[in-house]
Structure formats: structure tokens, C-alpha cells
């Protein structure tokens, strides 16, 4: 079972910039994507961005131009960097895990962008 710990979030002005971590126990074998999703309160949780394997990106329109996600080949670890923070961008981001048949969450940390 992959286990996945974010970090990073917190209380930022908007036009201020934050950067989110997530610390996986290990990536999965064979093909897998990772990516961040996040949930506002009141909405559903929605793709912000995923990254493949093979260091294929993608991004939601909200933020592309934005936030900018990346890993790290060395460790199991993903980075979410947001630029340009707007009060939308408020939320919880958590990070997920898919390979295979396997899907995993983490429990997400708070991003909070003040007007």
C-alpha cells in the first residue's frame, strides 16, 4: 500500500506563492500517474494537475501558467508550486497515487488565500 503525506499548506496573500509537497512511501510499480486534486468547501474535488511516469504533465485551465507540478527521480516525493495565488485557489489539495489497479489519497493539507 503506497502512503502519502502532503505538506506545505497554509495562509498566504493573494498574488503569493506556496509550495505543496507530497511524500510518497514509494512510487508505484510499473505505469503510474501522480497528481494533486483539491476541494473547496461547499464543492467537489476537482484535478489540478497530474504527472506521468515518464514526466508527462497536465494541468486543469485554472491554474495552468499558475502552478507548475514537478517530482523528484531521486524520492518518491511530488511538488505542487503555486504562483499567482488567488482567493479560488483556497482549498484542500490532496495528493493521489494511481498505478495499476491501486489508488490511493493522502489526507490533504489546507491552502488558504486571503483577499
Known amino acids: 500500500q503506497v502512503q502519502l503525506v502532503e505538506s506545505g499548506g497554509g495562509l498566504v496573500g493573494s498574488g503569493g506563492s506556496l509550495t505543496l509537497s507530497c511524500q510518497a512511501s514509494e512510487y508505484p510499480s510499473g505505469f503510474y500517474v501522480m497528481a494533486w486534486y483539491r476541494q473547496a468547501p461547499g464543492k467537489e474535488r476537482d484535478h489540478v494537475a497530474d504527472i506521468s511516469k515518464f514526466g508527462l504533465t497536465k494541468y486543469n485551465p485554472a491554474v495552468e501558467g499558475r502552478f507548475t507540478i514537478s517530482r523528484d527521480n531521486a524520492r518518491p516525493t511530488i511538488f505542487l508550486q503555486m504562483d499567482r495565488l488567488e482567493p479560488e485557489d483556497t482549498a484542500v489539495y490532496y495528493c493521489?497515487?494511481?498505478?495499476?489497479?491501486?489508488?490511493?489519497w493522502g489526507q490533504g493539507t489546507q491552502v488558504i488565500v486571503s483577499s
Open positions: 493521489r497515487s494511481i498505478g495499476g489497479d491501486d489508488d490511493y
